[in-house]
């Protein structure tokens, strides 16, 4: 029986690998929409667009972290008010709704692994907005609703810190990289998939509603993950150097910690993404990453 399928935000980083990851499905339909074709704070155009889906997996956001904190009412009307009106039409419709959220709900001082019922207190703009999403979802949608919270994101596709680091290789000797925050690096690439296999468990009714951690296992630093890069890349991780974050300061504020537990997946039968550095491993094999470092050794 084929599943129709909605991805918002089809053209940023995690959309297009989610389309890619059920475009293989010969059981999947599949429709996405870029922010250009919807503007999920229209509630209008969102009951349009969900209409006739079973599944919509809503990866459109404000992501721009430091832009929020300049603009906290626009970032909040796309990752507030505009996953309401998304959760809204699938409430009215009885599709599943798939919501990425963040670790950055956290206020980042805890020691272990933040579990998924955790006591929420964000400490910027972007993180308020992406709790008002969460809790939209787990208002309006308390059985067919999955808030997915995820962190340090990076893929083939747009802007993140991997890339970012095997381009920099091929412009400067040494790289200043900070060491003092926490996190989970997690390919999107994974992220998908394991987006797809929840969506196809909460409709077989395996997986609850409810907040799911999709982030890697273990936890490293941004420096960690730096050097870990150079390394696989065939590239010298001694031209990493740890800094503190004072170092870049930033108009919004990063949690020192943002580490996430993953007690959700186990309960529902489901198993959780795999460690970051298989993740990376695997994400660096692939022709977009290769590509970058096999520039950065020629370089060097």
């Not at 626009?74 to 959760?87: D, E, I, K, Q, S």
């Not at 998924?116 to 993180?127: F, H, K, M, Q, R």
């Not at 943002?258 to 309960?267: M, N």
Request: some cysteine; aromatic content about 6%; overall charge neutral.
């Amino acid at each position: 029986m084929t599943t129709s399928w909605l991805v918002t935000g089809a053209r940023g980083l995690l959309g297009r690998d989610v389309l890619a990851e059920l475009g293989a499905d010969p059981d999947a339909a599949v429709t996405g929409l870029s922010r250009d074709q919807l503007d999920i704070t229209d509630p209008t155009a969102v009951r349009a667009a969900v209409d006739g889906h079973r599944v919509v997996v809503n990866c459109a956001a404000w992501t721009d972290v430091d832009g929020a904190e300049q603009a906290e009412a626009a970032a909040t009307a796309v990752n507030g008010t505009g996953v309401r009106h998304l959760a809204r039409a699938c409430a009215d419709s009885g599709a599943v709704l798939l919501h990425i959220s963040t670790d950055y709900v956290f206020p980042g001082d805890a020691r272990q692994p933040y579990p998924e019922d955790a006591p929420t207190s964000p400490v910027n703009a972007y993180g308020r907005g992406k709790l008002a999403g969460e809790r939209a979802v787990v208002e309006l949608l308390p059985r067919t609703g999955c808030v997915v919270r995820t962190a340090w994101l990076y893929g083939a596709h747009g802007s993140n810190f991997v890339a970012t680091m095997l381009r920099l290789a091929a412009q400067r000797e040494m790289l200043d990289v900070v060491a003092d925050q926490h996190g989970q690096p997690t390919w999107s690439r994974a992220l998908a998939g394991q987006l797809a296999v929840l969506g196809r468990a909460a409709l077989a009714g395996r997986a609850p509603a409810g907040i799911y951690h999709g982030t890697a296992g273990g936890h490293t630093t941004w420096y960690g993950l730096a050097r870990e890069t150079f390394r696989l890349s065939g590239l010298d991780p001694e031209r990493i150097r740890p800094v503190g974050s004072v170092a870049f300061p930033r108009p919004a504020a990063r949690p020192a910690f943002g580490v996430l537990g993953h007690s959700s997946w186990p309960r529902t039968g489901l198993v959780p993404l795999p460690r970051w550095d298989a993740q990376l491993t695997a994400a660096l094999d692939t022709p977009a990453f290769a590509a970058l470092a096999a520039a950065a050794r020629s370089s060097s």
